[in-house]
DNA sequence: ACCTGAACACCGTTCAAGT
DNA sequence: ACCTGAACACCGTTCAAGT
């Protein structure tokens, strides 16, 4: 059944090719599912060939880390409005694409970061922060603070397993007499927990703090 | 050198304390660098000991993730004062766990949740948050929030790679062309990543949202 | 019932060889 | 320079065997 290969013609691979292929089967198939063989046999060559452009497996799941981190939206495509607005906007296109790529936020957790971030809408959510007049210190907190409820939210309700059911099966079989509340308030956060409008609660929760304590005029 | 090992005596072995030392192992050397055999050597048996009580790898991940979530604290010790207090306090102590849990991070983002959650402290929290006022689908949003925040920055800031040095110098060499704002914020930025107080800062921005939308009025 | 060693299929990677 | 197949050490797991 498996057929001899053709040899493959030459620079068919670069490393942008086996980054973005790499994410894409991860994507799809879950972090543990690639290996160098499946990745290859996607590619249509050789095993080995993958290792003219990478040294290890390690630095083919950072670079489809760094692929899938240069490729989320910045969110600043539609600039308009006020400061809150755009930062809302900023954070709901990154957590959207966030959950897309449910492999890059497991890499994003599961591996050394070595200080990488997503840039894009790192700068595009800081500048509108500083423009709104807050300290770089809070303008940082306030970024990190939102980049992480982003991951978390995003990580929590990636849609590895089928939610809805689950959630609320394993909710109603928890012992009632330990955890009444738990119990009790089932349907509710079974609803909330899959829902796609409970990021954005949160969110609103973190701008209208943010906006409560912003400062009334714009420094230079 | 490996001289034979001695015939383990019986009973050595459950899948509790295969549990507890496949999560040992994993905080301290990484997921990645957990396998039956080291395992096996850990608890000084035969690798195939752990079949007799475990199916297959998968299962010894759920068993420590689940051995895991048990054990985070409720939170809910020093269980006075105003409903945010407590709501505060129940946070700081799950947060603070999972910094010293990475692995556990790490499981809970990697692998289908199935449901699960860490039942003793949402139970304590929900019910601080009932017993505040809130109707059942606030309270479910305002938990739900909380705990994916906790997680996305105990996941961010997880102690796996030298972290200020490693930052700092990675904000330093964007090209600041691009990226002017996170150029200009470099120090606060790395300042601010691995501070103690950022997770703080965060909460408290969701807690005084949540109070100003508290009700004034317990039901019942 | 519970623990063990040998063996098998599969994985990441080294090596020597093709073009 | 870039692609390839064979081979090696290691992993999860099956099997048959010990006590």
Known sequence: MTQRRARA??????????AATALELMDADG????????????LG???????????TKEEI????????LARLPDGATGATGNWWDRIREINLAFHRALREHPSLVTLLVARPLAGQAPTGAAEAQLRVLVDAGFTPEVASRAHL??????????????PRVEPPAVGRAVLERLPADRYP?????????????YDDKQYAYGLDLLLDSLRATAPKRRPA
């Open 9 to 18: 013609p030459r620079h068919t691979l670069d490393r942008s090719a086996i």
């Open 31 to 42: 972090v543990p599912a690639l290996t160098i063989r499946s990745l290859a046999a996607r």
């Open 45 to 55: 060559v050789a095993p080995m060939a993958l290792y003219n452009h990478v040294r």
């Open 61 to 68: 799941l950072d670079a489809a880390r760094e692929y899938g």
């Open 145 to 158: 603070t939102l980049l992480h409820y982003a991951i978390g939210s995003a990580a929590w309700t990636s």
């Open 181 to 193: 509340t738990l119990a009790a308030l089932a349907e509710p956060l079974a609803a909330a927990s």
